[in-house]
């Protein structure tokens, strides 16, 4: 089977975020920007199909940052080909910009199937698999917990909350949106990354235009209030319980 | 794998092996006596301990080793090496190179996983970020310089650590040494957010490739600087600078901080006027101690407090008994205890009540030099019977505490 | 026509999901803020009687059997021809496994813009508006609402669930379905969740006990606590190590992450591998002896007592109420 599995970038959240002087757009300054989680495990389902069932992987980014170390680290644990799209990009640049720059390059990939995370934290115009999907007029599913393929039709596990998994079949091609791989992403050896960046060779494919239209434009960012220390709950024992009573009431737990 | 082709992987990894240890020659001369297995805290967990992985090897079982997982119980203790009568080099050739293997081969317990992961992406296992890694110090006075705001040369360059830096249950003991170089106006500096993991503990669990990567990180920030010496908190950052780096072409005079302090006891000694009346037993730490030497500085330290009473617990010195945080140990917490459903900073804790005694009215102290210590034993303390009014602490808190600092 | 609010119901195995009753409370506020209608939008198979207590001024109803279960395409195809025609304001939709990829598609398919994680949508002035919630929680961005027709993807935020439920039945007009043939998406089977232990992952309230419950034979007071309260007990690290609870009950690094709507941590000190896994509850209660405890530092609410005395007290209460 010929994979392609699309990855972006996204805000560390580990580092503060910032908001410019702006007021509406993150300050980059000190941003740094990582794979986007469930992309990582869209990548470990890409590996796992090909290692039962045969094929090519090939991994697509934008050259925003630590590209290229995400990609050497793809190549690292299985994956064949690595592309990067070249110039433009922001380090925020929207989906349905990204959608469209991917369309034409997974065109002449002529994929069975596109693998992605099911989402991203940043996501403000809708998450990059249904677009793709949309562009390229493959079908689409999302929050995609495992597949297993047969002949022309794949079937896939995708998850409803409280646990609940809706078994689907697909015609390939599809675009399919990981929510987590059937095994949590393996762990490669930085000595095999470093391998990697010796032998293996990133594709640049250099793009022409990004068209954001079809997202929103933001006119202000603010953060919401951070935590303070909780509220203490004073009185006696049962001054306590009961005030505790009328919390789970305002929750709407009892 | 298993017939010839088993054999002749084996059998070159053998040679490998040997030929690339230092003394790696004595890996032949392995008698089984199994005492390094013996000395080994997890031994009765591994299937293959030590002498097993030997036999193993000699076995053309390499496959069989590399695919069980319980050689993740090594915490890297050298323990083993300690006992071996033919001085095999146990934890610097056969288990850290076994555990490489298995890493490769992507044999790795996920919690370990994320904690190289981290340390890869973030410069410290913790997954904290890394501009923070001074922010312990932040409001501190008088301020501590950061080399790149200092710019000035130094005596002393500090390196703080990973868990000294960003532990909780740590940075008390790091502000009390940061107040003891103050107050025994020692001309010092830190590196601040261009200091990265020391990372021997991430070559220790398997990950070479990322120890030679902090180690360049933290050789590029060394480079910009002038000072005279390191002074490290980390006994693991210490071993890395002063053994491993060297290795990587990265040589500089390097000293523990029981070292730096126990040379300055006279001027110690007239500073500390505050008596703390406790008995306290010294946990030598494994890469202080029994890997390096360093047995007398930390305890010197502690007789000079007034009040001090320091006992010996039954495994002391070169025969300590590891905290079991080494190695990878501080990140398989769940592993470990899954497969032993026993914690060997628990063991340590019973010797440790053992030697200061139950009497409850008392104060009876464990004493460590190591930051991964204070939070494994703390955690100890909560489930070994009678230990609850067991204090830990580092050395220098209750150095701190006798000069005054302390607050 | 232009400044209707149109809300997708969402329903699951015959259940219509919260999130589509905090649609319609959103979409109301939307709709009284510029003047319009607030129109839901239901399809399914033989599920007239869901449109029962959506609290809109109108219900249109699309019956086919292509629509008894949840398919993307299936539900793709039956909005888009609605939309195009109608062209409301805009279309709500769950920012879910539901919503997400119908209105991804519909967006490239239709032309018309998507703004995603929305917490509000409302009206300042007669301008629509929405609010995002991105970062993970950290950032909160602030537009128009982009026109002429957008699509909106939810999170539960501002509104509430009740809000959008009402007892007075709405108007339904049945809507005629456009062809299903040809579908690439077909629902073979629905798996339920294991049977055995409980997931605590989903579970909307969780009762946490760590080490400070001290005994197993403790547990009994939290296990009260948790019938009472109906929720479920789980446990940091040293609980499950000593083997009191098992391992799927465990919260915390190499454990599980939580997202309840109440998380009251009993004894819990708060070390960082469990507060990582936590920081996802919409609230959070601890009950600790130490007032240094880190757990407070999470915590929206607060009591610094013995969970001994407390923890009876408490059941008891609640078991009067």
Redesign the interface.
């Known amino acids: 089977m010929n994979i392609v599995v699309l990855v972006k970038l996204v805000?560390?959240?580990?580092?503060?975020?910032e908001?410019d002087s702006s007021g509406a757009t993150?300050d980059t300054t000190?941003m740094r920007m990582?794979i986007n989680e469930p992309d990582e495990h869209a990548l470990e389902q890409a590996i796992i199909l090909k290692e039962r069932e045969g094929g090519e992987v090939t991994v697509l980014g934008p050259a925003i940052e630590d590209i290229d170390g995400v990609l050497f680290t793809a190549f690292a644990k299985g994956s064949d080909r690595l592309i990067k799209l070249v110039d433009g990009f922001e380090l925020e640049v929207n989906n349905?910009a990204l959608?469209r720059a991917f369309t034409s390059v997974i065109r002449e990939l002529n994929p069975d199937l596109v693998l992605t995370g099911?989402?991203a934290?940043?996501?403000?115009?809708?998450?990059l698999?249904?677009?793709v999907?949309?562009?390229l007029g493959m079908?689409?599913?999302?929050?995609v917990s495992g597949v297993t393929s047969s002949g022309d039709k794949l079937?896939v596990?995708?998850?409803?909350?409280?646990?609940?998994?809706?078994?689907?079949?697909?015609?390939i091609p599809?675009v399919l949106?990981i929510q987590s791989a059937e095994q949590?992403p393996?762990?490669?050896?930085?000595?095999?990354?470093?391998q990697a960046m010796k032998t293996a060779t990133i594709d640049e494919q250099t793009l022409t235009e990004l068209d954001p239209?079809?997202?929103?434009?933001?006119?202000?960012?603010?953060?919401?209030q951070v935590?303070e220390?909780?509220?203490?709950?004073e009185g006696d024992?049962?001054q306590?319980?009961?005030k505790?009573?009328e919390?789970?009431g305002d929750?709407?737990?009892? | 794998m298993t017939g010839p082709m088993a054999l002749d992987t084996s059998k070159e990894f053998l040679n490998q092996l040997i030929t690339a240890t230092p003394d790696g020659e004595r890996i032949r001369l392995c008698l089984q006596c199994g005492a390094c297995s013996g000395a080994c805290p997890f031994g009765f967990v591994m299937k293959f301990p030590p002498h097993g992985m030997i036999a193993a090897l000699r076995a053309g079982m390499l496959d069989t080793l590399v695919d069980t997982d319980t050689s993740w119980m090594c915490v890297s203790c050298y323990a083993c090496t300690q006992v071996c009568p033919a001085k095999i080099p146990v934890t610097a050739g056969l288990t850290t190179r076994i555990k490489e293997e298995m890493l490769l081969a992507g044999n790795v317990p996920s919690e370990l996983q994320d904690a190289l992961e981290k340390a890869q992406r973030y410069d410290n296992p913790l997954g904290e970020s890394p501009r923070k890694r001074a922010e312990w110090a932040s409001g501190f006075e008088p301020e501590i310089p950061i080399m790149a705001k200092a710019k000035r040369p130094v005596d002393v360059l500090w390196f703080v650590g990973d868990y000294p830096s960003y532990h909780a249950g740590v940075i008390p003991s790091t502000k009390a040494m940061a107040k003891i170089l103050q107050a025994l106006d020692v001309d010092f500096g830190i590196l601040g957010p261009e200091e990265v993991s020391d990372g021997d503990s991430v070559r220790l669990a398997g990950e070479s490739g990322l120890f030679e990567m902090l180690a360049e990180k933290n050789a590029k920030a060394f480079d910009k600087y002038e000072f005279n010496e390191i002074i490290t908190t980390d006994p693991h950052a210490f071993n890395a600078i002063k053994n491993e780096y060297p290795n990587l072409e990265i040589s500089y005079p390097v000293r523990h901080y029981t070292q730096f302090l126990a040379e300055r006891l006279d001027q110690l000694e007239k500073l500390m006027k505050k008596s703390i009346e406790a008995t306290v037993a010294f946990h030598d730490p494994c890469y202080l101690g029994r890997v390096n030497g360093i047995f007398e500085e930390p305890r010197q330290l502690l007789q000079a407090i007034p009040g001090v009473e320091l006992v010996e617990m039954a495994h002391q010195r070169e025969n300590s008994l590891c905290c079991g945080g080494g190695g990878g140990g501080m990140w398989l917490d769940g592993f470990q205890w899954e497969k032993a459903e026993v914690r060997i900073s628990e063991w340590r804790v019973r010797e440790a009540i053992s030697a200061v005694g139950t009497d409850e009215n008392g104060t009876r102290i464990l004493a460590v030099a190591c930051p991964y210590e204070p939070p494994r034993f703390e955690d100890a303390t909560k489930t070994v019977p009678g230990a609850a009014g067991l204090i830990v602490k580092d050395i220098v808190e209750l150095i701190a505490e006798a000069m005054g600092l302390e607050g | 026509m232009g400044d209707n609010i149109y809300v997708v119901i969402e329903h699951l195995q015959g259940q219509v999901s919260e999130i589509s009753y905090v649609m319609l409370a959103a979409g109301r506020a939307l709709a009284s803020g510029i003047g319009g209608e607030l129109v839901a939008i239901l399809l399914g198979h033989q599920a007239q009687n869901l449109a029962g207590d959506l609290a809109a001024d109108r219900v249109l109803y699309m019956d086919d059997p292509a629509l008894a279960e949840f398919t993307p395409d299936a539900y793709q195809l039956a909005l888009a021809e609605l939309i195009k025609t109608d062209t409301p304001r805009a279309v709500l939709l769950g920012d879910t496994s539901v919503g997400a990829e119908v209105a991804g598609a519909l967006s490239v398919r239709l032309e018309i813009p998507l703004v995603s994680r929305c917490s509000s949508v409302h009206a300042k002035e007669g301008t629509p508006k929405f609010v995002s919630q991105i970062c993970g929680g950290k950032i909160m961005a602030e537009g128009d609402l982009p026109g002429p027709t957008a699509l909106v993807t939810m999170v539960p935020g501002d509104f509430k669930a009740e809000e959008g439920q009402s007892d007075q039945p709405a108007e339904v007009t049945s809507i005629p379905a456009p062809s299903f043939d040809d579908l690439k998406v077909t629902l073979k089977q629905y798996i339920e969740p294991e049977v055995g232990d409980v997931d605590i992952s989903t579970e909307p309230i969780l009762i946490a006990v760590g080490r400070g419950i001290q005994q197993e034979a403790n547990l009994e007071l939290a296990e009260e606590l948790a019938a009472a309260l109906g929720g479920t007990i789980c446990a940091s690290r040293p609980v499950v190590d000593q083997g009191w609870l098992p391992i799927s009950r465990l919260v915390g690094k190499s454990g599980k992450s939580v997202k309840p709507k109440l998380f009251l941590a009993i004894g819990i000190s708060g070390a960082p591998e469990h507060v990582e896994a936590v920081t996802g509850s919409e609230t959070i209660i601890a009950i600790n002896t130490d007032p240094a405890a880190p757990i407070f530092d999470i915590a929206k609410y607060g009591a610094n007592v013995d969970l001994f005395e407390l923890v009876p007290a408490l059941t008891e209460q609640l078991q009067g109420s």
């Open positions: 805000p560390d959240l580990v580092e503060e975020l908001i993150l000190f990582i349905h959608a099911v989402q934290h940043n996501d403000l115009d809708g998450s698999g249904p677009l999907a949309e562009y079908s689409y599913v999302g929050y079937t596990r995708k998850e409803y909350p409280g646990g609940l998994i809706g078994e689907m079949e697909v015609a599809a949106g949590p393996r762990y490669v050896a930085i000595s095999k990354v470093r239209s079809g997202g929103p434009t933001v006119s202000q960012m603010f953060q919401p935590g220390r909780a509220e203490m709950i024992i049962d306590i319980a009961a505790l009573v919390l789970f929750l709407g737990v009892v």
